[in-house]
């Protein structure tokens, strides 16, 4: 069974503290890898989309990154307005496209 | 532009009556995807439109859930006969093409089946 999954559930950080969020994807078959960031209540807002082992891309404080079998979102320095639910998304074809999130990292960055 | 649209933020209904949720999407796009979010099972994709045209609605957990999208700028998610597992917030999303390009999501709808 397709299977995304990340890496911790929840993850409590003091401003500046850098860390990493991982998202395990199925192997095969990999199209696309996908990280968004939601606030409560609020849809997903898109962040990156990485689609070869090796690849990165970044945005402020945010840097993801591709290996064959997992995908890392660093982030450096956190602040406060970076709290939210960081969700990947594996993207696979083969019998058709498929799309399947995993549950998500909630962080929390504290003064 | 003001955003992916939807409509209503939040609906209550009871088990067994018929529910439409609403979607503009943003002018331009030429997907749209519908998608389901919950405790349980996170976040699901539901059906996605290319050219007002449904690609895959393999997300799509039974017949009693029925996507249309009858011109560029309008879709629905109907939802009929509604069960209390339905309850979840449903959002819908555009694309300027597929899942290449960067998706933007609405609001969402907090459906309530009680």
């Known amino acids: 069974e397709d299977q995304v999954t990340q890496s911790p559930e929840a993850l409590r950080l003091q401003e500046g503290e850098s860390s990493s969020l991982n998202c395990s994807y199925t192997?095969?078959?990999?199209?696309?890898l996908f990280w968004y960031r939601q606030d409560p209540g609020k849809g997903p807002e898109f962040l990156f989309t990485?689609?070869?082992a090796g690849e990165e891309k970044e945005k402020e404080r945010l840097k993801a990154t591709l290996t064959k079998k997992e995908s890392f979102l660093h982030i450096t320095a956190p602040k406060p307005e970076d709290s939210a639910t960081y969700l990947c998304a594996e993207w696979i074809t083969g019998g058709g496209n498929k799309l399947t999130f995993g549950t998500g990292t909630q962080l929390k960055v504290e003064l | 532009d003001a955003g992916v649209i939807q409509s209503p933020r939040h609906e209550v209904t009871e088990m067994g009556q018929e529910v439409t949720l609403r979607c503009k999407p943003i002018?331009?796009?030429?997907?749209l995807f519908w998608y389901r979010q919950t405790m349980m099972r996170g976040l699901e994709l539901l059906i996605y439109f290319n050219n007002n045209v449904p690609i895959d609605d393999s997300g799509m957990p039974e017949d009693r859930f029925s996507a249309k999208m009858p011109n560029a700028s309008f879709s629905t998610l109907k939802i009929q006969p509604s069960e209390p597992r339905d309850s979840a917030v449903y959002f819908c999303?555009?694309?300027?093409?597929?899942?290449?390009?960067?998706?933007?999501f609405g609001q969402g709808t907090r459906l309530t089946v009680v």
């Open positions: 990485l689609y070869s």
């Open positions: 002018s331009g796009h030429n997907s």
């Open positions: 999303a555009s694309s300027l093409q597929g899942l290449t390009t960067e998706a933007f």
């Open positions: 192997v095969s078959g990999l199209r696309g």
